[in-house]
């Protein structure tokens, strides 16, 4: 069964918008998990644009299903996770002046900083995941620095606007996914997924997880949190009948 790890940064950046206190991510999350979600997925940017500590910290305490923190190799950052220490980690690139995560973090290039955060996050006790492109040089390289899990960017599949260009992401995806599972790491997934194109990718041998948040929150607005979980439960479980 493939676990649905609900991303709930965007219920943040709501309440951010006004600095008031609603609508509350704990809440969201609290509805989330009534929902079926079977994780909850927070990214904490070093400008904290959305996501605040104390809602790390508050979920930490409070949820009764997986904590995956979204992260930059930043030290401060890496400091607050090893602090809090959520059951995961996963390692992504940030710019500041970007709407959303852009591409995978180059796990190449930032091999240093990455197996630093990689070395402190482990020695805290958690299990860290890396953010990256489906691409067969960087899943060698999350494998050799120590990390347990990948998670291919699907931002190219989701933006295909061509059946043509739909095929080639589709197929980057199978075969990346092929390698990830012959290295031995588990296998996640996310990024632009939503209900309509989600069904093609939870068909993919070898995924364990599934993080998905802005499609879920706009869903949410006009349905409630609830049913908008449940109903992309329902699109992963449908696919894999």
Known sequence: MIRLGVNIDHVATVRQARRGHEPDPIHAAVLAVLGGADGITVHLREDR???????????????????NLEMAVDE???????DVKPDEATLVP?????????GGLDVITHERAVARAIERLRNAGIA????????????????????????????RYSE???????????????????HVVREGLHLHMGHGLNYLNVADVARIDGLAELNI???????????????AVREMKDAIRNARE
């Open 49 to 67: 644009r959305h996501i605040q500590d104390r809602d790390v910290r508050i979920l930490r305490d409070t949820s009764p299903v997986r904590l």
């Open 76 to 82: 401060a950052i890496v400091n607050i996770a090893c």
């Open 94 to 102: 940030e710019k500041r002046a970007e709407l959303t995560t852009e």
């Open 128 to 155: 860290v995941s890396l953010f990256i492109d489906p691409d067969v040089k960087q899943i060698e390289a999350s494998k050799r620095l120590g990390a347990v899990a990948v998670e291919l960017q699907t931002a």
């Open 160 to 178: 295909a606007r061509t059946e043509a260009d739909f095929k080639k992401q589709l197929g980057q995806l199978i075969e990346a996914s092929a």
């Open 213 to 227: 948040g802005h499609s879920i929150v706009s869903r949410a607005i006009l349905v409630g949190m609830e049913r």
